[in-house]
């Protein structure tokens, strides 16, 4: 089955820099792949997410890559705020399996 | 606020016991997914259920058991419960696919003792 990995799994960066956290993956039919936000006592949110006919989609601050040969995707935020603070998880899915499989997650801290 | 509820926000039970923990889908979304967050194992995929019918099954034990009802809440089932199974439930819900946005309901804490 699919196999994601996530890195790194602590993040800190000082505010208004950017901060990259980046996934690999192990299934070359997966096409889909979403990003995930979650905050203290909450649910994961999407924030953004690609599919594997595109190779950069950009939402405001936040960015997402995808280089299908090397099988990896990488999230950009921009301009980190500190509400970027949050736990983030990257996912994978292989269209007909029906199933997202999560990487482990990057605790993202934003210092003021 | 997703529009996904979920029912009880926390759970407290022993160990050997039974409980069901409840979902209710955003409006109009026919998919529901379930999901199991630990410490140790991350979000872990459990079952997913379209308009009724299982789609897809995940790591989940045979001690845990999922349906969905023509209204389309869904509820989770987990029975002889072990000290393992502490750990954050959550039900997601999306308008049919996996490749739709699944937005996540709050999640159910379950302790088991």
């Known amino acids: ?112 | 606020d997703s529009g996904v509820t979920q029912t009880p926000k926390h759970l407290i039970t022993a160990t050997g016991q039974r409980v069901t923990l409840r979902c209710s889908p955003r409006s109009g979304d026919l998919s529901v997914y379930w999901y199991q967050q630990s410490l140790d194992q991350g979000l872990q995929f459990l079952i997913q259920y379209y308009n009724g019918e299982e789609r897809a099954k995940g790591n989940i034990l045979e001690r845990f058991s999922a349906q969905q009802f023509p209204d389309l809440h869904s509820e989770l089932n987990l029975s002889s419960l072990e000290l393992g199974d502490s750990a954050l439930y959550f039900c997601a819900s999306s308008v049919a696919g996996v490749t739709d946005t699944q937005y996540f309901g709050p999640g159910t804490r379950l302790t088991v003792l």
């Open chain 1, 1 to 112: 089955g699919e196999n994601v990995e996530q890195h790194p799994s602590t993040l800190s960066v000082q505010e208004g820099d950017s901060a990259v956290i980046k996934c690999t993956y192990s299934d070359s039919a997966s096409n889909y792949f979403p990003w995930y936000k979650q905050e203290l006592g909450k649910g994961p949110q999407l924030i953004i997410d690609i599919r594997s006919n595109v190779g950069e989609k950009k939402d405001q601050r936040i960015a997402v890559t995808l280089n299908k040969t090397a099988k990896h995707f990488s999230l950009h935020i921009t301009e980190t705020q500190p509400e970027d603070s949050a736990v983030y998880f990257c996912a994978a899915e292989n269209f007909g399996n029906e199933k997202l499989t999560f990487g482990t997650g990057t605790r993202l801290t934003i210092i003021p």
